[in-house]
């Protein structure tokens, strides 16, 4: 064995029993260990599903909140085509203008869902939380603006801009099962 190859073996050595005192280190100093975020929830307050399901787990509402007669059933029909759960369609029932493209209404329960939702409106859905609701469902409410709903790469596109879903002021994170 040459010098040179001893010497790159002793480095190499060292660099591994480093690397090796390193991490055990930085996990006998980890601060980040301790209780979930759900664990120091005030009383009362509800805890929000931040997890984003499929669209086969997605149960939904569509409401048309403009003049265009036959728009839910429509847009309701494309959600369908797309694995979603339609339990409602028809006219508004909050009878209410809605300004923009869409707008979700939803409970703690349905935070990730509307997430999900959201994507098939490229981020330019209007948003509405109830606290109160009990309910997983998400009430989409079409507006004047409304066109179409986005295309499968749109929507993935969209998810990512997005990003993780945020807990409305009030609600703590439901906690997850491991």
């Known amino acids: 064995m040459t010098f040179a190859r001893v010497r790159a073996l002793v480095v190499v050595g060292v660099l591994v029993v480093f690397a090796l005192v390193f991490v055990g280190v930085a996990l006998v100093r980890d601060s980040q260990g301790g209780e979930a975020p759900s664990a120091s929830c005030p009383e009362g307050w509800p805890q929000g599903d931040l997890v984003l399901r499929e669209a086969k787990d997605i149960k939904i509402n569509v409401y048309n909140a403009t003049d265009t007669v036959g728009l839910a059933e429509s847009v309701a029909e494309d959600f369908a085509g797309r694995e979603f759960q339609v339990k409602k369609k028809g006219n508004d029932p909050k009878?209410?203008?809605?300004?923009?493209?869409?707008?979700?209404?939803?409970?703690?329960?349905?935070?990730?869902?509307?997430?999900?939702?959201?994507?098939?409106?490229?981020?330019?859905?209007?948003?509405?939380?109830?606290?109160?609701?009990?309910?997983?469902?998400?009430?989409?409410?079409?507006?004047?603006?409304?066109?179409?709903?986005?295309?499968?790469?749109?929507?993935?596109?969209?998810?990512?801009?997005?990003?993780?879903?945020?807990?409305?002021?009030?609600?703590c994170a439901a906690k997850t099962e491991a």
């Open 95 to 171: 009878k209410k203008p809605v300004e923009g493209v869409a707008l979700l209404r939803y409970g703690p329960k349905g935070i990730g869902s509307s997430q999900v939702i959201q994507a098939f409106f490229l981020g330019k859905a209007g948003l509405q939380y109830d606290p109160a609701r009990e309910d997983d469902l998400v009430d989409v409410v079409l507006g004047d603006q409304f066109q179409q709903l986005a295309t499968p790469t749109e929507v993935n596109q969209s998810l990512v801009d997005l990003g993780s879903p945020q807990l409305p002021p009030g609600t």
